[in-house]
């Protein structure tokens, strides 16, 4: 808004804006100084619109801007007129309707709306100059090393390829297949990157390196637990069946209180079948146990 006030007063203030050819001609004041032929609503004729014939609407149209074609503060007008103003949120032209610096209010529209396009297809490009982020895209543009790259950049590694990788998404690459070569063009043609500090390579190195799995940091990446890791759970005093070694601690193991002249019920309740016995394994011959209910004689019977 700011602008558009002062790019008003800019035209308003110009030495010839008096001799704009749409001022009131000094002998007939209603009509305009730079064609006594038309009306001086010849450049605000919206309201004239509805009921004028096509074709007056057009000729009076074209004898306007022939008249701003030779208007002393045209680029003045015309600066002030499409310039933007917020109002409610909503971005509009200072002056939306009639005719302004030799345009007509359709032409000045569709310009304004190829700006917002312009301006919004930019947007991308401005989020990828954060200064990290040109500084990882300049080493890249001299390193092909990962490790060189990120100690360009005075970065670590990871955050070079997260930033290699930022660069490839919005510059519209694939992730998958995007090579250095690729990123770089790409970043020259979006005028990222001089192209004079590329240095070339032979149009295999990727843009972003493969992952590199740190140790311990993936589920994949950590040792499988050993036996001697899975803690065990002691079951006293037991007999029969169960060996009085150690059971895997997998699931939950209860046992009921033993009463007099009763056998105790020790339950494993656990994900499925676990092996009852250590050592040694049962023989194929032995009857199947079933973890889930497990009578058991706890010490010896009371
Ligand atoms: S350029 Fe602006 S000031 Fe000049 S005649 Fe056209 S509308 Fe009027």
Known sequence: MTDSIALRRAWEKHPHFRYRGCAPDVDQPSR???????????????????????????????????????????????????????????????????????RLALERHRAFIRRRHEVAAQAPVRQMRTPQRLRVLEALAVHAEAEAVAQAAGVDVRTANWQRSRLVTQLNLDKGTATRRELLAAAVDQGLLDESVVVADDGTVPAVPPPVPSSGSSPSSRPAPSAEAVPSVEVPGASGGLSSGSVPAVGRLRASRPRRGRRSRVTIAGPGQLPLFDTPPPSSSAPVVSLRSVPVSLGAAA
């Open 32 to 102: 305009a100084a730079g064609d006594t032929a038309l009306s001086l609503d010849a450049w605000h004729g919206e309201d004239l619109d509805g009921g004028e014939p096509q074709r007056v609407r057009e000729a009076r149209q074209a004898a306007a801007v022939e008249v701003c074609l030779n208007c002393p503060v045209m680029v003045q007008c015309d600066a002030y007129a499409n310039s933007v103003v917020v109002e409610g949120g909503k971005a509009r032209l200072a002056e939306p309707d009639g005719i302004w610096g030799g």
